[in-house]
């Protein structure tokens, strides 16, 4: 698969932002794919919630530098290992999607802790259960390598999620 | 519920070991429940785990000074907050167990931590279906306060199961 | 030393930060002694860098929740501690500041991270140096147990000279 | 700067630790350059410290698969980088070693994080006065690309010295 044409001089944070979301779509996830996961684990707890409400929350978080870093360098270790350019012995621990690799847990911690600590467990039942788009991308077992990038779908949905719940509790705050 | 009696002069890693189980049974968790959780989430990967390899990686888990100290401050809060004597608002916030608290996981963190990122996948999936005595913790909503207790499970479980993991791998590698 | 006076029913983040502050302020820690922290660390980088920014970003800091949450947990422990009502092991090595204790750390990170891992070394660099504030509080090895605010101190600075490094980044972009 | 030849297939944690070590020195930093770091921070503390002793502890740090993972993924996205086969954005920013990057500390954390948090201040200080070998790394701002470099050696340091922080407590501690 070919990365994405990048202008060649890339600063600002929406130009950033932009190419976090283009890259994640390049490697077959959509925004609305992540909004989805968010809707069906923060729905219980958020009466009348709206996939509009996810995706907006998304959006947010893919405002963060460090979503952005992270996810530029999660897919290109992915991009680079497909294209075999990877060193060994990395390269075949990351073909294998080694189950003690922790790397990509690692990254996907760092998107996580940006709403704090709540969205650690979304985040670890996420990647257990692989739900939606998380088990459609684990599932490419073929030329592809996603080492990284279900771990990091995992942690925008777990930090959008978390961010929701935040946002409602301020809200039934300024109510009460 | 009471304190177990402490000897006047603890300082020997072996008597803090000690200690932490005499704490994590007085709240009503023993080690037994706590292999019981390991079993559960690692037999799948690892043929012919017994609970007795469960018992053991549990009980290396808690020689750890990380465990003992994240144990003995996790337990103390949920004591004291049981006795009203924390100052509010965080006495509110440990009784009514607020989602948003966010401590009880940091703390659970640095235990699933000592191997490696691993078992935070474990870490969360525990906490989210509330497997076992987790869930028989959690539903304890009477007089006892367990903000910290069912995190504090969760990630020694999963640290555990974390280090059977890598130990399974290091096994198998030799015999290759 | 006697708790802030607290109104019974405390839920709003605004009525949150403001305990926090006068919290901190009971353990002998301003907002312009952290401001002043963050002004030495960041000034080599930030032009023109002044006071006043500095208590803004300390400022911003103090709205967030994860903020509010390690600070009450940290400084109620100290002071349980200084009120041996802290059941043992745990008083003794709250009393001592154990170095190997850990969870002054682990508690100081939740906060460091708001802003991303940036943050870690100014973290680490302030809470070994002991600048200002912090080695005045660390000094006072009286009757009073600071195990907790000398860290909680180095991360909201660490966490509000994070912020700057970011927002001057952001700034020099548009520019750009 | 070539990679060193590496066996074709590399399975058992020895072999690993090996091509850690040689990985290293492909990248300038010998163990005894590590070592000596960790007799810098840690002499204070522990009476009687010999290099031979930081050189034993480093040693058992590289024992660690987290260890070998996080080395094996930094110093390779600094090797691509250096070839210039890594994609845009993310090969300016590897380039320039942007302050805001974050994952540079990100990777070194999963390290420190071995031994506990009591790493995390000897780590932070290590990576802002740029220590020995740090300094000597960080300097070269030629061709070479050392983003990670310089935080994976105050990592492996920062953990060696963890270590022996524990054990000499356990050692006062048996023979008290």
């Not at 680079?80 to 690799?101: F, H, M, N, S, T």
């Not at 259960?129 to 080492?147: A, F, L, P, Y």
């Amino acid at each position: 698969m070919a990365l994405p044409k990048l202008p060649q001089d890339i600063n600002s944070n929406q130009k950033m932002k932009y190419l976090t979301i283009e890259w994640l779509q390049s490697r077959g996830v959509t925004m609305a794919d992540i909004a989805t996961l968010v809707l069906e684990i923060q729905q219980q707890y958020v009466p009348g919630l709206q996939l509009e409400d996810c995706m907006e929350s998304v959006d947010r978080v893919l405002d963060k530098r460090e979503v952005h870093n992270a996810v530029f360098t999660g897919l290109a270790l992915d991009e680079l290992a497909e294209q075999g350019v990877v060193p060994q012995p990395l390269l075949d621990i990351l073909k294998r999607d080694d189950g003690l690799y922790g790397i990509d847990e690692i990254l996907a911690l760092s998107i996580v802790n940006i709403y704090g600590s709540i969205g650690l467990t979304n985040f670890g039942y996420l990647d257990k259960v692989k739900m939606g788009i998380i088990g459609e991308v684990n599932g490419h077992k073929g030329s592809q390598v996603n080492t990284f990038l279900d771990d990091l779908v995992a942690a925008i949905a777990a930090a959008a999620a978390a961010r929701i719940a935040h946002r409602y509790r301020d809200q039934q705050e300024s109510l009460a």
